[in-house]
């Protein structure tokens, strides 16, 4: 592969054996139609099926394929970052394995960077395949977390999308823990567009996402691009002492002015509860923000690569901590 890369494409995958050849088959159709030199980069996120047998497979059938084997399961995210360090083409087109996202529609995202787009986000106009109830709670995430943090994210918006090599550089600098790649895409800037497209039911296999997982990856989102949640807390804070006060007054005045006797147990019971319920609920958000804290600051590599098929390591393009491990193939870390 010493021809320059023009398109790299990076597949997260996490035991998706079932969709993986069908994937490959669609995906190098659609890229040998946009006739430019390419690469397909699948990293194996720790997969427990025989996902890395199938890529390492495919990866001997096609030279176009980079396989990394990350030494672990890391998260989509972190698999993510690690192919963006590997790839090497002037664009990266992410998408996910599961052929939800058509890899067909790779041709308008290029033909969108060619006319000078840095960021080519593809958009859901419809969600097949998906329940009611997860239709709802994405849709109200992404305006949440709009209306809360400085960063816009793109409606309806997930991870496939095309991004230009200085995007690709600028985010290779981003090395936090906790990442929300969607807001880190936002965050960097640069000409943005997007493509609307119908996004299809999952083609084989089950999805990885359950409500627990959607839950703690929107808190992720959230704490990781806004500190609205303290500001919440202060604000209620000050909205139960002011009206803690408020009432107190009102006893006080009732007690000495008309003679009323002041309430006993029920009413003590239900304001000490009520006060240590809010006290335990704004403990819980700042220790949120505390334990991302504390992971930041160990500054652990953000993922060890096991294997890496495909690809010689002194020619990629990757992070710093990438080419400082460059001469221990087996197993490098990255940060």
Request: hydrophobic share 40%; charged share 20%; with cysteine.
């Amino acid at each position: 592969m010493s021809t320059p890369i023009t398109l790299s494409l990076v597949v997260p995958a996490y035991n998706e054996q079932e969709v993986l050849p069908a994937f490959h088959r669609r995906a190098t159709a659609a890229l040998e139609g946009l006739e430019l030199p390419y690469e397909i980069i699948y990293v194996n996120d720790g997969s427990g099926d025989n996902t890395m047998s199938v890529l390492s497979e495919l990866q001997r059938q096609d030279n176009h394929v980079v396989v990394i084997g990350l030494s672990r399961n890391f998260g989509k995210e972190i698999a993510l970052t690690a192919g963006l360090d590997h790839s090497r083409g002037e664009a990266v087109v992410v998408i996910d394995a599961d052929l939800q996202d058509p890899p067909e529609l790779m041709g308008e995202l290029v033909r969108k960077w060619r006319e000078g787009y840095d960021v080519v986000y593809a958009r859901r106009t419809r969600r097949e395949g998906e329940t009611f109830l997860k239709r709802v709670t994405a849709h109200m995430f992404y305006r949440i977390i709009s209306r809360v943090s400085r960063v816009q994210l793109p409606q309806d918006t997930g991870d496939f999308r095309l991004l230009s090599r200085r995007v690709v550089v600028a985010l290779s600098t981003l090395r936090e823990q906790h990442r929300f790649m969607k807001g880190l895409f936002a965050w960097v800037g640069f000409a943005q567009t997007a493509v609307p497209y119908r996004r299809d039911p999952r083609a084989a296999g089950k999805t990885k996402w359950n409500y627990w997982k959607l839950w703690n990856f929107a808190l992720e989102g959230i704490t990781s691009f806004t500190i609205a949640p303290l500001k919440i807390a202060t604000y209620v804070g000050l909205a139960v002492a002011a009206g803690a006060f408020l009432y107190a007054s009102i006893i006080v005045y009732k007690t000495v002015v008309h003679g009323d006797p002041v309430r006993g147990y029920p009413s003590l019971m239900v304001t000490v509860l009520f006060l240590g319920g809010v006290q335990l609920l704004f403990i819980g958000v700042i220790g949120e923000y505390l334990g991302r804290i504390f992971n930041e600051a160990k500054g652990r590599p953000l993922y060890f690569v096991a294997q890496l098929l495909g690809l010689d390591p002194s020619g990629r393009h990757a992070g710093p901590e990438a080419r400082h491990q460059a001469e221990q193939p087996s197993c490098r870390e990255h940060r």
